[in-house]
């Protein structure tokens, strides 16, 4: 084993306690993390431990810093992100990240991406007309669509969001459940309405939705509509088929974004039936305007235990969906 000692200065005490944490909670985190130890002394931090970790823990120290000189207040969550991402990127800089304000909740809450996938999402909504959101859930997918598409309405870049999701049974049938129409397919939108009311206060979404300025539907009752000024969510994607998919891509009008996200170890169609998300993901690679954004376990951002089970099932399944 390579043990190297790196030593960390901080110039302004009252920052670097930002950094730290609260009794040196921090420090302890990325202790237990990367198998290193941390010594802190007058504004001085020494790390040791092997090599690797200890320069990733130098490296998501030092971005801390400059985050925390920015008024940035980290927390644990950040702290675990911020050795994440330095592990799998030494050159990202956090400020880049976690500064980007996505949109600001009626709480006062700042939505931000929280790693450099979801950043590389936020900057491809951004610039392209159609995005592919796809990975396993909790990676933020739908989240950042959703305070993408409310910030844009708010700066008036589009009149109105749409949400949709196919309403696609696993392993119920909606026949089944009690209930007019209306009642039968709540449940599978309830998801986008919870997104929605975690951002706005009760009242501004009621209503947003009153007025039409925001519209959750299930998918079949997109067909037929040209949807213009439009910033349309389609969600749990893999679930479409490959005639909704098309139906939904050809209803994009002037005006209009589109961002469809799913995970595609998560199909609930019948065997024989194909995914409209898997094939648009192939047949549509090479168009511009369009791009896919892929993210993987180690994007997901609920509670850490969520990142290992999904790790662990893709480990079951590997190669069963490449």
């Known amino acids: 084993m390579n ?39 007058d504004g001085t931090l020494m ?29 644990p969550a950040d702290v675990v992100r911020a050795i994440e991402i330095m592990g799998k990127d030494p050159s990202a800089k956090l400020t880049d990240i976690f500064l980007d304000t996505v949109f ?56 109105r969001i749409i949400l949709t999701r196919p309403a696609v049974e696993a392993g119920e049938r909606l026949g089944f459940l009690p209930g007019d129409l209306q009642e039968k397919i709540d449940p599978y939108l309830r998801p986008l309405w919870d997104a929605i009311h975690d951002m706005l206060d009760t009242e501004r979404a009621q209503n947003m939705l009153q007025k039409g300025m925001v519209e959750v539907a ?35 009008g002037f005006g209009s974004k589109a961002v469809i996200t799913g995970d595609i170890t998560q199909i609930d169609l019948p065997r024989h039936q194909g995914s409209g998300l898997v094939e648009a993901l192939g047949i549509l690679k090479d168009i511009p305007g369009i791009q896919a954004v892929h993210f993987e376990a180690t994007d997901v951002v609920r509670h850490p235990v969520v990142q290992k089970i999904v790790s662990a099932y893709e480990r079951a399944y590997e190669g069963e969906y490449t």
Do not use: C, W
């Open 218 to 252: 299930p998918l079949a009752f997109m067909r037929g509509r040209t949807l213009n000024d439009a910033f349309i969510i389609l969600d749990e994607a893999q679930n479409a088929t490959n005639e909704q998919m098309k139906m939904l891509l050809t209803r994009i």
């Open 104 to 159: 600001v909740t009626s709480k006062n809450r700042v939505i931000a991406p929280k790693g450099i996938n979801q950043k590389i999402y936020v900057e491809a909504i951004r610039r392209n007309d159609v995005v592919f959101g796809v990975g396993p859930a909790g990676t933020g997918k739908t989240f950042l669509a959703m305070a993408m598409a409310l910030q844009a309405l708010m700066d008036k870049q589009v009149k």
């Open 47 to 75: 790390v040791k431990g092997e090599s690797v970790a200890a320069r990733i823990t130098e490296l998501a120290l030092l971005q801390l810093y400059a985050l925390a000189r920015k008024g940035f207040a980290v927390t």
């Open 3 to 41: 043990d190297i000692s790196i030593q960390v200065e901080f110039e302004e005490s009252d920052v670097a306690r930002v950094v730290t944490g609260q009794r040196d909670e921090h420090l302890k985190l990325i202790e237990r993390s990367l198998d290193v130890s941390i010594g802190a002394r």
